[in-house]
């Protein structure tokens, strides 16, 4: 493999300030979020002769260093075509990952990072899948971490985090509850939060190099996706821009955000045409993966869709609910947040005109195993 003396600054999003790739900060000293600049390179020819995982596009991975890489054989997971309201679409299998998420793309690539530092022990929040992602490289890594999560979140997520060896911190309240109360345990540990810390994104966007590679070089039309945080769709959009970049592709698929309609916030501010991401008083939802009231990065993906044309769509519990059994009866056990994907998929399908040759991607976001108790 080529030289991997990797360069990237990181860039605050608020006031500009610039920092060295290594330098060991989540958040700019003005309190504004990062992000991460960095060419990334791509050897297209050297493909075919690499493993099956995402780093097999180690040119395009921000890891400062050439030494050893930790893996549990994330990434490449497959591309298979189903039927959705009676149009075919391209599915990849996510819930395939180590740790049964997406979320196994940017722990990997952080927590490598986080490594290379030379930091001990982290912390995290999560709705779960982001917690047991991080947890598990940890694992891996031999770094200590203190995953925080809301006490309502699927025990077999729990017991996932804790059986990794991590410490497990059940907060009261609302998703935004927990995210609150890490803020606080990151005032002393180095915070590996897959919504503040760029890297992760540098790990997820993993996914749109591996849609183009298994499309035969080829980006799709739409994509189509759950939003919360939108960790998955800024990395998605990343990664779909840098191949933009390298020459490797002309264009960016429309990308459409699904939300659950009981917490809908970037849905509002999309239809509204609003310049903020607006306070709202979020409802119950089954899609507990997703239920974030206030998207730290909300500009940014306000930002991401309008510059690929695409839209929010918000649907219901019952269409949730109605397209995880769909998915079930035809063998493909996922989880309800998942499913919020599918119902936007179908509700996509259903109310625009539909180009006879359109390429639609989107994704099975998590495993079903995990919340299996809330499925019943
Ligand atoms: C994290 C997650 C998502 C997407 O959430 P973002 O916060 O937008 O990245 C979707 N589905 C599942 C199962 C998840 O764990
Ligand atoms: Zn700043």
């Given at each position: 493999?080529?030289?991997?003396?990797?360069?990237?600054?990181?860039?605050?999003?608020?006031?500009?300030?610039?920092?060295?790739?290594?330098?060991?900060?989540?958040?700019?000293?003005?309190?504004?979020?990062?992000?991460?600049?960095?060419?990334?390179?791509?050897?297209p020819d050297a493909l075919k002769d690499r493993q099956a995982?995402?780093?097999?596009?180690?040119?395009?991975?921000?890891?400062?260093?050439?030494?050893?890489?930790?893996?549990?054989?994330?990434?490449?997971?497959?591309?298979l075509e189903i039927?959705?309201?009676?149009?075919?679409?391209?599915?990849?299998?996510?819930?395939?990952?180590?740790?049964?998420?997406?979320?196994?793309?940017?722990?990997a690539v952080l927590i490598n990072h986080v490594k290379a530092l030379g930091i001990e022990r982290i912390v995290e929040d999560s709705s779960g899948n982001a917690g047991a992602a991080i947890a598990a490289y940890c694992a891996n890594m031999?770094?200590?971490?203190?995953?925080?999560?809301?006490?309502?979140?699927?025990?077999?997520?729990?017991?996932?985090?804790?059986?990794?060896?991590?410490?497990?911190?059940k907060i009261r309240g609302s998703r935004d509850d927990t995210a609150a109360a890490v803020l606080e345990a990151a005032e002393k540990y180095y915070y590996a939060s897959h919504v503040w810390n760029p890297f992760f994104f540098h790990g997820?966007?993993?996914?749109?190099?591996?849609?183009?590679?298994?499309?035969?070089?080829q980006v799709p039309d739409t994509l189509v996706l759950p939003?919360?945080?939108?960790?998955?769709?800024?990395?998605?959009?990343?990664?779909?821009k840098e191949l933009s970049a390298a020459g490797l592709s002309s264009r960016m698929p429309r990308i459409i955000g699904v939300q659950a309609a009981g917490c809908a916030p970037l849905v509002k501010s999309f239809k509204e045409n609003l310049?903020?991401?607006?306070?709202?008083?979020?409802?119950?939802?089954?899609?507990?993966?997703?239920?974030?009231?206030?998207?730290?990065?909300?500009?940014?993906?306000?930002?991401?869709?309008?510059?690929?044309?695409?839209?929010?769509?918000?649907?219901?519990?019952?269409?949730?609910?109605?397209?995880?059994?769909?998915m079930h009866r035809q063998g493909f056990y996922i989880e309800p947040t998942s499913a919020v994907a599918i119902a936007g998929l179908e509700k996509y399908l259903l109310q625009s005109p539909q180009p006879k040759d359109e390429k639609i991607i989107s994704l099975f976001t998590g495993h079903g195993l995990k919340a299996g108790a809330k499925m019943l």
């Open positions: 493999m080529s030289d991997m003396s990797a360069s990237g600054v990181l860039v605050c999003t608020a006031c500009g300030s610039r920092y060295d790739m290594m330098d060991s900060r989540w958040q700019c000293r003005c309190g504004g979020l990062l992000d991460l600049c960095f060419e990334a390179g791509f050897l995982t995402l780093w097999r596009y180690r040119e395009a991975i921000p890891i400062g260093h050439s030494a050893h890489i930790y893996s549990l054989g994330e990434g490449f997971t497959p591309l039927t959705v309201a009676g149009k075919k679409v391209w599915v990849k299998q996510e819930q395939f990952a180590p740790t049964g998420s997406f979320k196994d793309r940017g722990a031999e770094i200590q971490c203190d995953i925080y999560v809301p006490d309502s979140t699927s025990r077999g997520k729990l017991a996932q985090i804790e059986s990794y060896g991590a410490t497990l911190h997820v966007k993993t996914f749109a190099f591996e849609v183009w590679e298994q499309l035969g070089g939003v919360g945080n939108g960790s998955l769709l800024l990395g998605a959009f990343m990664g779909f310049a903020e991401i607006p306070a709202i008083s979020p409802q119950k939802t089954v899609a507990e993966g997703i239920a974030i009231a206030q998207p730290r990065r909300g500009k940014q993906l306000m930002d991401a869709v309008k510059q690929t044309n695409g839209e929010f769509l918000a649907v219901s519990e019952d269409e949730i609910k109605s397209a995880l059994k769909k």
